[in-house]
């Protein structure tokens, strides 16, 4: 196969995969036939059956709500938030084009662009995820506020598009916010069950916007520190303790569309269907947190850390009883602990999608540099984020052991139906 037909303009991940699948289901193709085949079988997994079994799931990128949201946690994240340095409005929506394209391209597990072959032209695609399964990419685009408005100027013409819901989210107590590591005008969510896969994406995503927009910062995350639907099991985050157990999951979409997706009511009509995205950069102060006792952890926290269960309860999913009092009278789930502070009215809901993370060692202090990137969709911050955190800020035990570093805000549109674009909407108004 000549390497142009391997990599051609409809070169798909999928297929090759579903041919050395096969031969991992019982196709007698020995290490030459996996070569032959593009050398699309890792030769550490040679002889390996299991693992060279790909995913071959895929998400779709045409549909009504972005993918990345309602979509059942992956394992990995390369969060990118990017400033953008064009003037022109006609330039970004040109960028919003081709990164939509590009993205339900990688989605489908193909290559990012057609390549020209040229020996005289970067290709099109950088090449790292050639081999690589689709891994249930998802790819979901955001606007800060300071796409809208940045140092009081409306840089697109579009600031009259700029949803109340999308305004700054105001001081919260306790922040040690990183400017660098904070906003941004454009947000890239990649979700992947292969870290490979996800920083692939980015990378080709920031490659098609150069000229247009530099990166801000961004985050890495692996393991995810939620369920997002009812088939996975609840995982762990940094601090041994489950996390995501009382979150909505996709499959209620009555919660769903009261409390994560804007509604027609709440407007404006370039965001019907959409949502916005909170992120926070949370370090743990692991090295406290491995000194204090089990109890305290528990305390803290508000369940047991094994079970997961409420304290005084035996089951994960046993409910909250937050009135719930020992033999002496004394509320079972501490007056500070986080679940009770967290605990939700009925207008606060939220929907946490948020990844472990470390970026190594902090050398200053000696101590480990990791926690949560906690991410959360809703559909007015304000109304839901904003007064969590606040009552948490205020009171929560686990402020003892965490630090909020980083924080930003993005407005998710709908979907982008097919032939259109994530975004479509906002440059369809003005
Ligand atoms: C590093 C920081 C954090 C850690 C370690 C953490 C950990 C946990 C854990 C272990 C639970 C119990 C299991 C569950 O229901 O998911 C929980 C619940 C929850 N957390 Fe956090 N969390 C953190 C930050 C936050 C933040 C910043 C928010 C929102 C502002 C938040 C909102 C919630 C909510 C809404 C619940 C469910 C409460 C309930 O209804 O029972 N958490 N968190």
């Avoid at 330039?91 to 081709?98: I, K, P």
């Avoid at 005289?120 to 998802?138: I, N, Q, V």
């Avoid at 993370?357 to 000696?366: I, L, N, S």
Wanted: hydrophobic fraction near 40%; aromatic fraction near 8%.
């Amino acid at each position: 196969m000549s390497e142009k037909k391997a990599v051609g303009k409809k070169f798909s991940r999928r297929d090759l995969f579903r041919v050395t699948g096969a031969a991992g289901a019982g196709l007698a193709l020995g290490a030459g036939g996996y070569a032959a085949l593009g050398g699309a079988a890792d030769a550490r997994d040679a002889g390996d059956e299991a693992s060279v079994m790909p995913d071959l799931r895929t998400v779709a990128f045409h549909d009504t709500h972005q993918a990345g949201i309602a979509t059942a946690q992956q394992e990995h994240l390369h969060f990118a938030a990017l400033d953008l340095v064009t003037r022109e409005a006609t330039e970004v929506r040109d960028l919003l084009r081709a990164w939509s394209e590009a993205a339900a391209r990688m989605m489908r597990g193909e290559a990012a662009g057609d390549d020209n072959y040229s020996e005289f032209l970067p290709p099109e695609d950088t090449g790292e995820a050639f081999d690589l399964s689709p891994a249930r990419l998802t790819l979901t685009f955001g606007f800060g506020p300071s796409f809208f408005q940045k140092d009081g100027e409306d840089r697109f013409g579009l600031g009259g598009a700029r949803p109340d819901a999308l305004a700054p989210l105001p001081p919260l107590t306790g922040d040690v916010l990183d400017e660098g590591r904070s906003d941004g005008d454009l947000c890239v969510q990649a979700c992947a069950d292969d870290p490979q896969v996800a920083f692939h994406a980015v990378r080709n995503l920031v490659r098609i916007s150069r000229g247009l927009a530099v990166v801000r910062w961004s985050q890495l995350g692996f393991g995810r520190t939620a369920s997002t639907s009812k088939a996975q099991a609840t995982p762990r985050n940094l601090m041994g303790v489950k996390d995501g157990t009382n979150n909505i999951k996709a499959e209620d979409g009555d919660l769903m569309n009261r409390h994560v997706w804007v509604p027609e009511e709440d407007g404006p009509l370039w965001m019907v269907g959409g949502t916005y995205l909170v992120a926070r950069r949370i370090r743990m102060l692991i090295e406290v947190w491995d000194r204090v006792s089990l109890g305290e952890q528990e305390a803290s926290i508000g369940r047991h850390k094994y079970s997961g269960a409420p304290i005084g309860k035996k089951d994960e999913f046993d409910p909250v009883d937050l009135k719930a009092t020992d033999e002496n009278g004394e509320p079972l789930i501490a007056p500070d602990a986080h679940v009770r502070l967290a605990r939700q009215s009925d207008e606060e809901k939220i929907l946490r999608r948020g990844y472990s993370f470390t970026d190594g060692f902090d050398a200053e202090r000696g101590q480990l540099d990791a926690g949560l990137f906690f991410i959360s969709f809703q559909r007015d911050p304000h109304k839901q984020f904003v007064p969590l955190q606040q009552r948490l800020a205020a009171n929560d035990r686990l402020n003892e052991y965490i630090r909020h570093t980083s924080s930003a805000l993005f407005a998710c549109p709908p979907g982008a139906r097919e032939g259109g674009y994530v975004g479509e909407g906002l440059f369809q108004k003005s």
